[in-house]
Antibody, heavy 119, light 107 residues
Framework: EVQLVESGGGLVQPGGSLRLSCAAS????????MNWVRQAPGKGLEWVSCISSSRSTIYYADSVKGRFTISRDNAKNSLYLQMNSLRAEDTAVYYC????????????WGQGTLVTVSS | DIQMTQSPSSLSASVGDRVTITCRAS??????LAWYQQKPGKAPKLLLY???RLESGVPSRLSGSGSETDYTLTISSLQPEDFATYYCQQYYSTPITFGQGTRLEIK
């Protein structure tokens, strides 16, 4: 069964840092692009970042560029999101999602991990 | 950035009704469009991709159509499990963008 499991969310103060992880199983992780998508409480979906299967290509939303860093470890079947200089507006459920290629639909999605930025 | 505008933002309907949700892109996206269903507290689920291709396991009462800037998701006969929020997504170019969502409620 294809599965994505996020972890690392929690409560952090404004200006703080957090590292999210996404553990993949049930498929050849190194063959797929991966994405992070977030959803603020009661709001819609916002794409955050994507990384190609070989790590050669990375894109970010303008709202996180310069503060967030996406990475992956294909040997560990894991995707990461390092989040620095966090702001209240970064509060959201963060989902990892698999993509067939860099510009593609997302399937499946993980269950999400909640990040709350508050003092 | 490509803006995705969904309409309506909410919709009340009854079991058995036929409903259509529209998604308009601010520029042509060459059928690079997906539809997702999200239920409260759950992750989004892929329904269709490439505008009209049904994901495996998704009921055939759902269908998608459109081209260039205008796309639709149609549910031919609503079932109780269809009441949820629906999002369109363009993957034609980065930043990948989503519509604001359409909440489908029971009348």
């Amino acid at each position: 069964e294809v599965q994505l499991v996020e972890s690392g969310g929690g409560l952090v103060q404004p200006g703080g840092s957090l590292r999210l992880s996404c553990a993949a199983s049930g498929f050849t992780f190194s063959s797929y692009s991966m994405n992070w998508v977030r959803q603020a409480p009661g709001k819609g979906l916002e794409w955050v970042s994507c990384i190609s299967s070989s790590r050669s290509t990375i894109y970010y939303a303008d709202s996180v560029k310069g503060r967030f860093t996406i990475s992956r470890d294909n040997a560990k079947n894991s995707l990461y999101l390092q989040m620095n200089s966090l702001r209240a507006e970064d509060t959201a459920v963060y989902y990892c999602a698999r993509a067939y290629q860099l510009l593609s639909w997302f399937d499946p999605w993980g269950q999400g991990t909640l990040v709350t930025v508050s003092s | 950035d490509i803006q995705m505008t969904q309409s309506p933002s909410s919709l009340s309907a009854s079991v058995g009704d036929r409903v259509t949700i529209t998604c308009r892109a601010s520029q042509g996206i060459s059928n690079s469009l997906a539809w997702y269903q999200q239920k409260p507290g759950k992750a989004p689920k892929l329904l269709l991709y490439a505008a009209s291709r049904l994901e495996s396991g998704v009921p055939s009462r759902l269908s998608g159509s459109g081209s260039e800037t205008d796309y639709t998701l149609t549910i031919s006969s609503l079932q109780p499990e269809d009441f949820a929020t629906y999002y369109c997504q363009q993957y034609y170019s980065t930043p990948i963008t989503f519509g604001q969502g359409t909440r489908l409620e029971i009348k």
